[in-house]
């Protein structure tokens, strides 16, 4: 397990040199795509992600591996900076510099990530109506929505921004009655 916090400011001065790369060539989006494709990859397959973190496995069997996954898919500048990762024996840390990117595109953009666990799938309807109540409480210009579902709320749902969590499920509404019952005796 990598020291987190190393973790951090490593991916941190990654992430921002590709963003000053993106903003010189014009192709924010196209990296942010990019990386998302890498970390929904490695996210998925652990042995990648473990092949990649491997001090054993030489630098040009690795790079021969992400060149065949991604060589295709991706931007020459984004593969020459997952490279560059692996030169200088950072490829351990791709995960969390894909993560610190998205986070610094979405500053960039003034836009919110809120994640939003529910009983049963939103509807298109719901989550515009759900989209334009948290671009006022985030003061944001957009959000993006991460969803997920979860039938053990019962009913409702939980909506995580920033450090803020908003419980308006049936299952917490539950678990607080319970509380000031409890409270109450």
Known sequence: MQ???LAQRVAQRYAEALIDLGRQENSLDRFGADLDLVEAVLTRNRSFRDLLASPVIKILPKKAVLQQAFGADLHPFTMNFINLLVDRRRSMF?????????????DLKKTAL???????????????????????????TDIQLQTRIDPE????????????IIDVSLRGQLRRLALQLSLAT
Do not use: H, M, N, Y
Request: with cysteine; glycine share 6%; hydrophobic share 50%.
């Open 94 to 106: 791709l995960v969390e510099v894909c993560q610190a990117f998205r986070r610094l595109l979405l």
């Open 153 to 164: 709320l019962l009913g409702g749902l939980v909506v995580k921004f920033g450090d803020q």
């Open 114 to 140: 809120a994640e939003v666990t529910s009983a049963v799938a939103l509807t298109p309807a719901q989550e515009a109506q759900l989209k334009a109540r948290l671009i006022i409480l985030t003061k944001s």
């Open 3 to 5: 020291d987190s916090k």
